[in-house]
């Protein structure tokens, strides 16, 4: 199966984050929100015309600009 990213992830769906595929900068930024390998992620909504996605992780709740969301692959364990 293909690797996907965040950002085709439709709403209500999960998966494990493998890699956030970025500079280092980003990287630390993201791992401070939490958004890190090992780390389930599930898409709550997507703003429409490209704009951001809604995203849960543990029990937060964050908006990730879709450019950001493309570089986050996703675990072939989706659940839904």
């Given at each position: 199966m293909m690797a996907r990213t965040l950002d085709q992830l439709e709403p209500n769906q999960d998966?494990?984050?493998s890699l956030v595929k970025?500079?280092?900068e980003l990287v630390?930024?993201?791992s401070?929100?939490?958004i890190r390998p090992g780390r389930r992620v599930q898409v709550i909504r997507r703003a429409p015309l490209g704009g951001p996605l809604q995203?849960?992780?543990g029990?937060?709740?964050l908006m990730i600009r879709r450019e950001d969301a493309a570089r986050i692959s996703i675990d072939n364990g989706l659940l839904s």
């Amino acid at each position: 199966m293909m690797a996907r990213t965040l950002d085709q992830l439709e709403p209500n769906q999960d998966g494990i984050i493998s890699l956030v595929k970025a500079g280092p900068e980003l990287v630390r930024r993201m791992s401070a929100l939490g958004i890190r390998p090992g780390r389930r992620v599930q898409v709550i909504r997507r703003a429409p015309l490209g704009g951001p996605l809604q995203v849960r992780i543990g029990h937060t709740d964050l908006m990730i600009r879709r450019e950001d969301a493309a570089r986050i692959s996703i675990d072939n364990g989706l659940l839904s």
